[in-house]
């Protein structure tokens, strides 16, 4: 079965899950059963050729067949094994299979994501994991570099719900030092206002006020100045305050234009605004067809397919996608041939006793 994101669809692009086709570019797969002693031996010869070893099991499953971190580390000290879980290894939660949506909902995200006096809601795309993998990104760099200094490996936990709990950030410092309980506010924001996005005669544009000047910016560019001679919206404190009486003047204003009109008339202001995009807005955004965030690339068995490309770039190297994503065992020959040093004859008998899978078409 491989990566259970194969089977997420529709929708799908042949055979292929556009789910895992969306998280997958830049990889290799081997397919292996760690069920049996001779793949279990198959990683550990790995692990002894490798800087890095993920694994995304629940806690005390990799053990079972002797791939935990105490069982490498003995005679890979230098190895860095970083553990991706949903809860952690200890605690009441530690033997939990975990998602995305869980962490979610017990570290608070879903209680503050919707509509107002709504039910709680799931933001869009699985943020929990995206976080979860570059918190573990860091920390991988981390001890890559402590471990040029020291010579010595070392153990990495990442669990979704920590990850979680520590992306409420304002919310929960808001909470634990001022008892203020987080709860949504829609598009807009607890702290700030205005900040969010509101209805316009065809559409939905998103602005900010966060300081004196912006505001003063965006009352003059909508013909509200004399918003600004009003005490009640003096300071950010007292439009937070007065929420209710300063956010209706804004939407019944936005109601009398086009999102483009604002826009148009937005140009050049010193405070932010966005329009806010389906995807095919997005993708034909001006800004995202400068930056190139979509790249085309072959794929051996669906033919040239669209993905989203790296979002950073360095000054003195290259950052791009350099394969398609891989069908499942694609590279299991490659890896066993090349890193391995396995012969022809061995391979072909793991595969017939599918102990690994091949791909060679």
């Known amino acids: 079965m491989g990566d259970e994101t194969r089977t997420w669809g529709p929708p799908f ?19 292996v059963d760690l069920k049996t002693p001779e793949g279990v031996d198959i990683l550990k010869s790995l692990a002894a050729q490798c800087d890095v070893f993920m694994e995304n099991f629940v806690p005390g499953s990799l053990a079972r067949v002797g791939l935990s971190y105490d069982d490498l580390q003995a005679s890979c000290p230098g190895l860095i094994y970083c553990s991706l879980t949903g809860y952690g290894p200890t605690g009441p939660y530690s033997k939990r299979p975990g998602y995305d949506v869980m962490a979610a909902s017990i570290g608070g ?34 001890a890559l570099i402590e471990r040029s200094k020291t010579g010595r490996g070392q153990k ?32 807009a924001h607890a702290s700030i206002v205005p900040y969010q996005a509101f209805q316009t005669k065809d559409g ?30 003096s300071d950010n404190s007292s439009r937070v305050r007065h929420r209710d009486e300063l956010l209706p003047v804004l939407e019944k204003r936005f109601l009398e234009l086009t999102t483009g009109d604002w826009l148009e008339r937005f140009e ?3 405070f932010p605004y966005a329009p806010v995009n389906t995807l095919s807005q997005t993708f034909a955004d001006p800004q995202v067809v400068h930056k190139e965030m979509v790249q085309t690339i072959d794929h051996p068995s669906i033919g040239p397919i669209k993905l989203l490309a790296p979002p950073v770039q360095f000054s003195e190297s290259v950052n791009q996608i350099r394969s398609h994503p891989p069908r ?6 490659t890896i066993l041939t090349e890193l391995l040093k396995y012969e022809p004859h061995f391979i072909e008998d793991l595969a017939r006793r599918k102990i690994v899978q091949l791909c060679d078409d």
């Open 156 to 187: 990495i936990d990442c669990d979704l719900l920590s990850t979680q709990v520590a992306c409420m950030t304002n919310l929960a410092s808001s909470y634990l030092n001022g008892n203020v309980e987080g709860k949504p506010y829609g598009s």
């Open 268 to 270: 050049g202001a010193t």
């Open 328 to 333: 499942l065992g694609e590279h299991t020959r």
């Open 204 to 233: 939905y544009i998103s602005v900010a006020g966060n300081n004196n000047e912006q505001f003063s910016s965006l009352c003059h560019n909508m013909d509200l100045s004399y918003l600004l001679t009003c005490n009640k919206f």
């Open 109 to 142: 995200l879903m209680s503050v994501t919707g509509p107002a006096q709504g039910p709680p809601c799931k933001v869009g795309i699985a943020m929990t994991d995206l976080a979860t993998a570059l918190f573990a990104h860091g920390a991988i760099m981390a």
């Open 13 to 31: 692009v042949g055979s292929e899950s556009c789910y895992f086709l969306g998280i997958n570019r830049n990889k290799s797969s081997l397919a």
